[in-house]
T-cell receptor, first 117, second 111 residues
């Protein structure tokens, strides 16, 4: 099973709402990632979790709050977002992405398309 | 700084061969990946190079020259379904270990 699942597929929220994006993988991967992707642009790294600990935060605003409850799950909590946060949010996982050894291939989920009104 | 460049757009004809280039300047290099991304979908893995040379996988090949900071993806016998964005990503070991994506190349295959 090389699948990463994400829910919901689409999300529309107002600037005062609180919502969460969910990501799940059962490949035994120990590194999980959140990316933000705007139309016709490459994915931009937001957060990396390695062995369920936050290892990279790319200076993301605090209205985005990641959480890794266990080795298979990754959440992204959203609060008080701005219209410019509208984008495709991609989750990815890899065998071992932050230990300095040979990098594993990243497997991406289908993404959540977020629209902030 | 970290910089990965690709051409923005390319157009080719069905059945032809196309080469998509990627140049990179990163402090700390531990491999280069190519991904394919169809519009509205997630990126999918195509190839990985960590040593110099050519890796071949069916219609797709990828080449790496570490001394030149250069890679290319070669697509042969183009099909309409190859119309997609192609993303070059470097795994960097500078400070923190992470993947950095290039700007992406949108390939359009014409009949």
């Amino acid at each position: 099973d090389t699948e990463v699942t994400q829910t919901p597929k689409h999300l529309v929220m107002g600037m005062t709402n609180k919502k969460s994006l969910k990501c799940e993988q059962h490949m035994g991967h120990r590194a999980m990632y959140w990316y933000k992707q705007k139309a016709k642009k490459p994915p931009e790294l937001m957060f990396v979790y390695s062995y369920e600990k936050l290892s990279i935060n790319e200076s993301v605003p605090s209205r985005f709050s990641p959480e890794c409850p266990n080795s298979s799950l990754l959440n992204l909590h959203l609060h008080a977002l701005q219209p410019e946060d509208s984008a495709l949010y991609l989750c990815a996982s890899s065998q071992e992405g932050t230990s300095g050894g040979a990098p594993g291939t990243q497997y991406f989920g289908p993404g959540t398309r977020l629209l902030v009104l | 700084g970290q910089n990965i460049d690709q051409p923005t757009e390319m157009t080719a004809t069905e059945g032809a061969i196309v080469q998509i280039n990627c140049t990179y300047q990163t402090s700390g290099f531990n491999g280069l990946f190519w991904y394919q991304q169809h519009a509205g979908e997630a990126p999918t893995f195509l190839s990985y190079n960590v040593l110099d040379g050519l890796e071949e996988k069916g219609r797709f090949s990828s080449f790496l020259s570490r001394s030149k900071g250069y890679s290319y993806l070669l697509l042969k016998e183009l099909q309409m379904k190859d119309s997609a964005s192609y993303l070059c990503a470097v795994y960097t070991t500078s400070g923190t270990y992470k993947y950095i994506f290039g700007t992406g190349t949108r390939l359009k295959v014409l009949a």
